[in-house]
């Protein structure tokens, strides 16, 4: 079985730059998460997709971070314009809703660097 | 207190040590990860538990669903094990909640 995609594998950009990220989730998996990774710290939940809708997006920055999840299959992560502290490793995961059955996988991640 | 309680928080032992890294957790899940993290900052998924124990090389992880935790070994650590390992399990709400991490740092 074929695991979540990301790309890139690293990014370095300027601040006031925008970047975007990519996931390819598991095939069936209808739920998709996007974490941000601050170097020391634990995965912080930016936004939940089911399907193509967002369950929880509370902690996304909505004013410069965006997402979307067209067709409720692969999903892209806009930061527009970046900052420095917005460096950091965004981890994408998947999961089967609901089932019960623990079906759920992470993606290798995308390490940005704003300098 | 968070949900997902990992420890130790760090970690340092010789080439060859057993390593043992627990995971307590306090609310319903459908299953746990073991996540592993060098300092590029790439995740590598270890193991997915629901249940019981698995074994891949070197690291063997268990759960037990009633005492709602989870370990994760290490035997015959080598210097390249050194890195982040994070539990992260699935609750009954779909919400993926992570532990801290562990440090863990093998001297050769």
């Known amino acids: 079985e074929a695991g979540v995609a990301q790309s890139p594998r690293y990014k370095i950009i300027e601040k006031r730059q925008s970047v975007a990220f990519w996931c390819n989730p598991i095939?069936?998996?209808?739920?998709l998460y996007w974490y941000q990774q601050i170097l020391g710290q634990g995965p912080k939940l930016l936004i939940q997709f089911q399907n193509n809708g967002v369950v929880d997006d509370s902690q996304l920055p909505k004013d410069r971070f965006s997402a979307e999840r067209l067709k409720g299959v692969d999903s892209t992560l806009k930061i527009q314009p970046a900052k420095l502290e917005d460096s950091a490793v965004y981890l994408c995961?998947?999961?089967?809703?609901?089932?019960?059955?623990?079906?759920?996988?992470f993606g290798s991640g995308t390490r940005l660097t704003v300098v | 207190k968070n949900e997902v309680e990992q420890s130790p928080q760090n970690l340092t032992a010789q080439e060859g040590e057993f390593i043992t890294i627990n995971c307590s957790y306090s609310v319903g899940i459908s299953a746990l990860h073991w996540l592993q993290q060098h300092p590029g900052g790439g995740i590598v998924s270890l193991f997915m538990l629901s249940s019981g124990k698995k074994k891949h090389g070197r690291l063997i992880a268990t759960i037990n669903i009633q005492e709602k935790h989870s370990s994760l070994h290490i035997t015959a650590s080598h210097p390249r094990d050194s890195a982040v390992y994070i539990c992260a399990a699935l609750n009954r709400d779909d919400k993926i909640i992570f532990g801290k991490g562990t440090r863990l740092h093998i001297l050769p």
């Open positions: 095939s069936g998996h209808a739920t």
């Open positions: 995961a998947s999961s089967l809703v609901g089932s019960g059955d623990g079906g759920y996988t």
